[in-house]
């Protein structure tokens, strides 16, 4: 009875997404090809209560925008959008030179992480999936908002947050616009209930689709 009262609880608290506001800063960014630019944005909480979202500030997602992952819940797309067209873009972190790999959480992480669950987990991979995602979760009080910061680089975008990398087909000195989507489905929400409630306090959790302001951007010939 108590696992179904947690789950009605969780689905009662699930957020509009109008209470919560994506937005981006900067009006314009320039950048040279293959240079990286400090790229910050706020998530701006317009309500009067407390919110809980799952946003990875490492970095974007470099798998298909239309289709989530639960290991890749909390990554945003970064899009690149042509007039209103999203900018078609071509991955593979082989092609594109990435070298490094994501450090694996520790087996002393995952056994604190495990003992601050109140589910017993055998399974080593869901566990793990379950502590990455943990990291993402950001608190933001009523009327309040977070700023986060990430480097971006264009044409080529490496992530630090899943080891992908993306090829955007850009044309020098072209205006094109940039956005961030964050996509958190409501039925994976249901899945990640034990993080997402494990901690004291009231909070409301978000689910759904939310889409940054546009600005705009250019990649610039450096010769």
């Not at 087996?107 to 017993?120: A, C, D, G, Y």
């Not at 850009?170 to 961030?180: E, H, I, T």
């Amino acid at each position: 009875m108590k696992k179904y009262i947690i789950i009605f609880l969780l689905l009662t608290n699930i957020a509009f997404s109008q209470d919560l506001e994506m937005y981006l800063p900067d009006n314009k960014i320039e950048l040279s090809a293959g240079s990286t630019y400090k790229l910050c944005y706020e998530i701006k909480n317009h309500s009067k209560y407390y919110y809980k979202i799952l946003i990875d500030s490492t970095g974007f997602s470099t798998s298909e925008n239309e289709w989530i992952d639960e290991p890749y819940l909390g990554l945003m797309d970064l899009r690149i959008l042509d007039a209103q067209k999203i900018v078609p873009t071509v991955s593979g972190s082989h092609e594109y030179g990435r070298t490094t790999e994501k450090d694996s959480p520790s087996e002393q992480e995952l056994n604190t992480f495990k003992k601050s669950l109140k589910k017993t987990h055998k399974d080593i991979s869901r566990l793990s999936t379950l502590y990455e995602i943990s990291k993402r979760i950001i608190c933001i009080a009523p009327s309040s908002n977070v700023s986060m910061c990430t480097k971006v680089s264009l044409p080529i975008y490496n992530s630090a947050a899943d080891n992908g990398s993306l090829l955007y087909r850009l044309d020098n000195d072209k205006q094109y616009s940039l956005q961030l989507h964050l996509n958190i489905p409501k039925k994976m929400v249901r899945n990640i209930s034990e993080i997402l409630n494990n901690k004291e306090g009231s909070y409301k959790i978000f689910s759904g689709e939310m889409n940054s302001n546009k600005i705009g951007i250019s990649v610039i010939d450096p010769h």
